[in-house]
């Protein structure tokens, strides 16, 4: 029974503001679940590959204090 946890970029879901929200995925038993954190970022300013905020995101010293 291995959990997971990752901060992702649900880009899926739009907000009215145009930004996503970051979600928990959390796995177990090879299951997903998604939770909210209450942050959204815009798109262009989170890099997918490494699931963390751009160095040019203008939130990304709040971002990192809840991710990290």
């Known amino acids: 029974m291995r959990t997971t946890v990752n901060v992702v970029c649900y880009k899926n879901k739009k907000l009215s503001n145009g930004e996503s929200p970051l979600m928990l995925r959390i796995c177990m ?10 942050i959204s ?27 990290d």
């Open 29 to 38: 038993n090879r299951k997903s679940k998604y939770k909210s954190l209450g």
């Open 41 to 67: 970022v815009n798109p262009i300013y989170w890099d997918f590959d490494k699931n963390k905020p751009r160095p040019n995101c203008p939130n990304k010293d709040y971002i990192r204090h809840y991710i």
